[in-house]
């Protein structure tokens, strides 16, 4: 098992840029696969990007490609989301998650979770 804990978000404005971390605990982290989600008010979970566990492979929803880099960093075992051009509709909770298995952009294949960070972005 692993616990993740995101820090990080704040309130920016628009064009802005922020970088959240999320910190990794319990386990071996260079095992894990990660991800990830945010979620806006009436809206469900969505995925935003995601890293294989060699970090070889990344992946990014269409809405935030070119704007945020994933990347992670296993002797500090913390995975990153670097975010520029920021926009107000990516004002949401964003949220950590770890697989033991193979990189998904499916949030069910995720089994651990932090409890979120939210990101505000003002116009």
């Known amino acids: 098992q692993v616990q993740l804990v995101e820090s990080g978000g704040g309130l920016v404005q628009a064009g802005g840029s922020l970088r959240l971390s999320c910190a990794a605990s319990?386990?071996?982290?260079?095992?894990?696969?990660m991800g990830w989600f945010r979620q806006a008010p009436g809206k469900e979970r969505e995925f935003v990007a995601r890293?294989?566990?060699?970090?070889?492979?990344?992946y990014y929803a269409d809405a935030v490609r070119g704007r945020l880099t994933i990347s992670r960093d296993d002797a500090k075992n913390t995975v990153y989301l670097q975010m520029s051009s920021l926009k107000p509709e990516d004002t949401a909770i964003y949220y950590c998650?770890?697989?033991?298995?193979?990189?998904?952009?499916?949030?069910?294949?995720?089994?651990?979770w932090g409890q979120g960070t939210q990101v505000t972005v003002s116009s």
């Open positions: 998650a770890a697989t033991s298995a193979y990189s998904s952009s499916d949030r069910t294949d995720y089994n651990y």
């Open positions: 319990g386990r071996t982290f260079s095992s894990y696969a």
């Open positions: 890293i294989s566990r060699s970090g070889g492979i990344r």
